[in-house]
């Protein structure tokens, strides 16, 4: 699926600290399989042409067979991720997940690059989930570099926040167990068996 004309590219940010978890989430298996794998298979059933995982323990990462590259930002989380992300793209469009998502699917990556499509003048197309804006569920045009940049240069963190002078496509009516993260050890069980 190449709906802009140099397709688009794909991150999946693996750099947080896990420390609800207890142990790095992205390279926790659930139903078999890491679940940063489940993220990079999305985008490349979704057609993306590159895809890096960002942060975290890259040694671990490459031993999956990824593209993993250093945080720019380590620590100063997800939204140093997102800037890491646009940076080192070598497309227009670069769709961003989170690492903990297990049910995450092609589908839904479609769908984000759909809605980003249909509105030119949009910089982002965001997941919303219940209502709840997920950012890190989400297609980012490059052309929002320069101020998500400024805005983590003047202190904020918050990917929410950060996205408020953009434009932004919400994406509603997404398969909430392709949201769903795990960001506890009881979160696990619903995903311990996948439909």
Same mark, same amino acid.
């Given at each position: 699926m190449a709906l802009e004309p140099a397709g688009f590219a794909?991150?999946?940010? =693996?750099?947080g600290s896990s420390t609800r978890m207890g142990v790095d989430k992205a390279l926790l298996e659930v139903a078999g399989r890491p679940m940063v794998v489940a993220a990079a298979t999305a985008l490349a059933e979704a057609g993306a042409t590159e895809i890096v995982a960002v942060g975290g323990d890259l040694a671990a990462l490459r031993g999956l067979g990824l593209d993993a590259v250093p945080d720019d930002h380590p620590g100063e989380g997800p939204l140093g991720g997102v800037l890491t992300a646009l940076r080192?793209?070598?497309?227009?469009?670069?769709?961003?997940?989170?690492?903990?998502?297990p049910g995450v699917d092609a589908t839904t990556v479609a769908a984000l690059l759909r809605a980003l499509a249909a509105e030119p003048d949009?910089?982002?197309?965001?997941?919303?989930?219940?209502?709840?804006?997920?950012? *890190? =569920?989400?297609?980012?045009? *490059? $052309?929002?570099?320069?101020?998500?940049? @400024?805005?983590?240069?003047?202190? @904020?963190?918050?990917?929410? $926040?950060?996205?408020e002078p953009l434009s932004v496509v919400v994406v509603e009516g997404l398969r909430p167990a392709a949201l769903g993260d795990v960001d506890r050890p009881e979160d696990l069980p619903r995903y311990a068996h996948p439909s």
């Open positions: 794909g991150a999946v940010l =693996t750099g080192r793209a070598p497309t227009d469009v670069v769709v961003v997940l989170a690492c903990d998502m949009a910089d982002v197309a965001a997941a919303s989930d219940a209502g709840r804006l997920q950012p *890190i =569920t989400a297609a980012y045009r *490059i $052309r929002a570099l320069p101020l998500l940049a @400024e805005r983590f240069g003047a202190g @904020e963190r918050a990917v929410r $926040r950060a996205l």
